[in-house]
């Protein structure tokens, strides 16, 4: 109960330093935005709007990018905020939670493990060919790093390798093979019946979504509203 009560309390302060750094800050009436791709395409739409809806007139620039260059861009100042999904906050930055996801393996209907009585294991995906994205890619190295907590032997080499969840979710129902994905990726195509979540065991597949910043910077005014935005939404 302590520590529970304790963690509203350092967030309430890191919301009240950020504010009052903020408003030390000249509004430039912009807000410069770096996001990796599943947080880009199933999050930060919704988030931004309500946003919108409250600052109207707030210009806002986004970059996207895979989790490995976010804070690239925040370092080097091309970006005032950063999202990523590589499941625990990158070394030398500022950050806050701003949401939780799980990964899931997933094929299409026709396949064999659609049909499964039995929770895949990790030794089943170290034998077969995945459908994964691009070295770098958050969802990517969540995966390969629970399997190598789980699993010691040797891993087949991925089917495809892809720049972007819409082309995995695509040749996944092209029947190049299984992947794993975000469960936001996919709710779509799982409520229509063209792809099937298969259960798997033994593999920590939850990660933390993360917004970060420098951590010598003062975080921008519309930055700290857009990250209380988001918590309220929650």
């Not at 030398?92 to 493990?113: C, I, K, T, Y």
């Not at 990726?185 to 979504?209: D, F, K, M």
Request: proline share 7%; charged share 20%; net charge negative.
């Amino acid at each position: 109960m302590v520590a529970e009560w304790a963690r509203a309390l350092l967030a309430a302060a890191r919301d009240f330093s950020a504010g009052i750094d903020g408003l030390r800050q000249p509004s430039e009436g912009r807000l410069r935005l770096v996001a990796s791709y599943t947080i880009a395409e199933y999050l930060l739409p919704r988030w931004l709007a309500a946003f919108h809806a409250k600052q109207p007139h707030m210009a806002v620039e986004l970059v996207v990018a895979n989790s490995t260059e976010v804070p690239r861009f925040v370092r080097d100042s091309q970006a005032d905020l950063g999202f990523t999904e590589s499941g625990a906050p990158p070394i030398g930055f500022r950050w806050q939670e701003v949401g939780r996801d799980e990964l899931v393996l997933v094929v299409p209907a026709s396949h064999r493990w659609s049909r499964v009585e039995k929770p895949v294991t990790p030794e089943d995906l170290a034998g077969e060919p995945l459908v994964v994205r691009e070295p770098g890619s958050g969802t990517r190295d969540v995966f390969e790093s629970a399997l190598r907590m789980v699993f010691s032997g040797p891993v087949v080499a991925p089917a495809l390798e892809l720049g972007s969840t819409a082309a995995v979710k695509a040749a996944v129902l092209g029947g190049a093979g299984p992947t794993v994905v975000s469960r936001l990726a996919i709710e779509h195509e799982v409520e229509e019946g063209q792809l099937v979540v298969v259960p798997t065991e033994g593999l920590p597949l939850g990660r933390t979504l993360c917004a970060v910043w420098g951590r010598d910077q003062p975080l921008s005014h519309a930055a700290h509203d857009l990250l209380v935005q988001i918590r309220t939404s929650q």
